[in-house]
């Protein structure tokens, strides 16, 4: 057996991989997303849909927030009306 994984069993471990991290998302949304850029994906190597997955992955890791920011960033948000409220106090 080869050192290294095939560009196939990179893809599988990758949406495994994403699977794991966000399991409510399914897969078709994992792969039809990583492959968004691509007009015509049939015939697609496999190594240019494993570069495809990993992008994908990097940018969902990147984009990823913290769920105590998360928390605070809603609770903010049911509070707008007192904010708005307090800074038309400030303008008086």
């Known amino acids: 057996m080869s050192k290294h994984a095939s ?13 794991k991290d966000h399991p409510t998302t399914p897969i078709s949304t994992h792969i039809s997303t990583a492959l968004a850029d691509y007009s015509n994906f049939w015939g697609l190597p496999d190594k240019e849909v494993l570069y495809a997955l990993n992008k994908y992955r990097a940018e969902l890791e990147y984009h990823q927030t913290d769920e105590k920011e998360l928390e605070k960033i809603i609770e903010e ?11 038309e106090e400030e303008d008086v």
């Open 7 to 19: 560009p196939y069993n990179q893809c599988l471990k990758v949406l495994q991989d994403l699977y």
């Open 77 to 87: 948000g049911k509070n707008l009306d007192k904010l708005f409220k307090e800074e």
